[in-house]
């Protein structure tokens, strides 16, 4: 049903779950001696941040934040909305960012210096896909899953007007579909 909308499939089902599952072996190693604070971004994180947990063998706290930039415009508005901020204070705390994609960097740029602000003991960053061709600011993530092209991405969280998040691979749409 949905597959009639995309032109491309760029990271199948079967790519993004090994991905993950390196992914949760190098955080398992780097976290086990900790008890850090996993802060999922949502909501594009949502897919990303479900699988990856599950592959971490260490003791982990899960947190949200629901911030939001692009509303349903393909370019980011540049500014960085609350819509939802944490429960649990990152005073102090060794925090793990859990994001989909890292594409002009400001959304990420706004929460690293937000938990500076709050206090945080270090602060690291996990995206499953980094398109560095977006980049605005100067932002680099601690661990990334894989490389997109400059594309307008969508699946596995990534939506375009709020469909698409629940397909299980990274794809392109087809023309038609989009309106810009
Ligand atoms: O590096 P940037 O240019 O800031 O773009 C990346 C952010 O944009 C998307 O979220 P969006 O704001 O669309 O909200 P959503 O997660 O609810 O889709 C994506 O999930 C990242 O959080
Ligand atoms: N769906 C989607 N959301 C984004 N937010 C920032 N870049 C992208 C992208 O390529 N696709
Ligand atoms: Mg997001």
């Excluded at 415009?73 to 060794?94: P, Q």
């Excluded at 500076?116 to 990334?144: C, M, N, Q, W």
């Excluded at 969280?157 to 749409?173: C, F, H, S, T």
Aim: aromatic share 10%; glycine share 6%.
């Amino acid at each position: 049903m949905l597959q009639k909308d995309i032109e491309e499939v760029l990271i199948t089902e079967e790519q993004i779950q090994e991905k993950v599952a390196e992914l949760g072996a190098v955080l398992t190693a780097d976290y086990q001696d900790k008890f850090p604070l996993a802060i999922g971004v949502l909501k594009g994180a949502l897919p990303f941040m479900s699988d990856l947990i599950k592959r971490v063998d260490a003791y982990i706290e899960l947190d949200f934040m629901d911030v939001s930039s692009y509303g349903n415009a393909t370019v980011s508005s540049g500014e960085v909305k609350i819509v939802k901020d944490l429960n649990t204070s990152v005073e102090g705390r060794d925090v793990l960012i859990i994001e989909d994609i890292i594409d002009s960097g400001k959304t990420l740029n706004y929460l690293v210096e937000l938990f500076k602000y709050r206090k945080a003991k270090s602060i690291k960053i996990v995206t499953l896909l980094d398109k560095p061709t977006g980049r605005k600011v100067d932002l680099k993530a601690d661990y990334v899953g894989f490389l997109v092209p400059d594309a307008f991405v969508v699946g596995y969280g990534l939506d375009y007007a709020e469909k698409y998040r629940n397909l299980p691979y990274i794809g392109v749409l087809k023309k038609e579909i989009y309106s810009f």
